[in-house]
């Protein structure tokens, strides 16, 4: 049950069963009215019961105007210029509710993360010996795909498949690995956005038998360091809002909490919230 892809009067829009949602990625079109319309179409068609649209500040009193609400911000996302923001439209009333529980635990998580915030310089830990990180190409394939089998249970799309990595790789994405002896311990995919200058982190998988041990740290901490080199001015992940560790370790590394996506993503079957952590290149 994957996700569909669909390219829509010049917005890329992913929708599909998997998280019951329209995901509004970009657009190249400014007419707010008729891509919020066709949205809403798609998402009554289909059932679906939430619509969320990343977009350029410019467009935000439109979908306000529609009945949506901001959920996160990233200030300078496009071209270190503009803001872009998170709104969602949420088409039940359940959709837009968590459990009492579960809203105390992100705000938790929340509160431990922002106290964790230092400098890059205060952040930065040497990488063990033992451990090696690296940029992974297509002969890393059969790795990256092992590790995945092991690390999602499901999936919105085919990332078992090498096919599809292979697309990734030669289409605007690059994979990074942790390695121990060889073996393949933490993966992230990386989304290069050319045209906004910004790097999206996603997707970190990580074998389950170093869950805990917090490799992802040095894995974020090399990304950052290269994605710095580069010409690209914006860096953020959407991260597990209940997850104390990967919050925690952006915001070690100086990101900064750019809001919530309620009730955004389903990750091994639960319906999940997730944190926007972002860094200002030029200002990190």
Not at 204 to 223: K, W
Request: charged share 25%; glycine share 4%.
């Amino acid at each position: 049950m994957f996700d569909t892809l669909e390219k829509i009067n010049g917005a890329t829009l992913q929708h599909g069963r998997a998280h019951n949602r329209v995901y509004l990625m970009d657009t190249e079109q400014y007419n707010w009215d008729l891509l919020i319309e066709n949205m809403k179409t798609i998402a009554h068609k289909k059932e679906y019961d939430k619509i969320l649209s990343r977009v350029p500040e410019e467009a935000i009193d439109v979908f306000k105007s529609k009945g949506y609400t901001v959920e996160a911000k990233i200030p300078k996302l496009y071209n270190g210029e503009q803001a872009g923001y998170f709104l969602a439209d949420y088409l039940s009333s359940e959709r837009a509710n968590s459990p009492s529980q579960v809203k105390k635990t992100i705000t938790s998580v929340k509160t431990i993360a922002l106290a964790a915030n230092s400098s890059s310089e205060d952040a930065f830990f040497a990488l063990p010996d033992h451990l090696e990180i690296r940029k992974l190409g297509e002969k890393d394939l059969p790795s990256i795909i092992r590790l995945h089998e092991m690390a999602f249970q499901s999936y919105p799309f085919p990332i078992h498949d090498p096919e599809y990595l292979k697309q990734l790789l030669h289409e605007n994405h690059e994979f990074y690995g942790l390695f121990e002896n060889d073996a393949l311990l933490v993966s992230a995919i990386l989304k290069i956005q050319e045209n906004e200058s910004s790097v999206e982190i996603m997707d970190f998988a990580t074998h389950p038998n170093y869950n805990g041990q917090n490799l992802n740290y040095y894995l974020v901490q090399e990304i950052k360091q290269r994605v710095s080199s580069n010409k690209y001015k914006t860096l953020y992940a959407l991260v597990r809002a209940t997850s104390y560790g990967l919050n925690i370790t952006f915001s070690k590394h100086g990101f900064i909490l750019g809001g919530t996506l309620m009730n955004n993503t389903v990750i091994r079957g639960n319906l999940e919230s997730m944190n926007v952590w972002y860094c200002n290149l030029s200002e990190a």
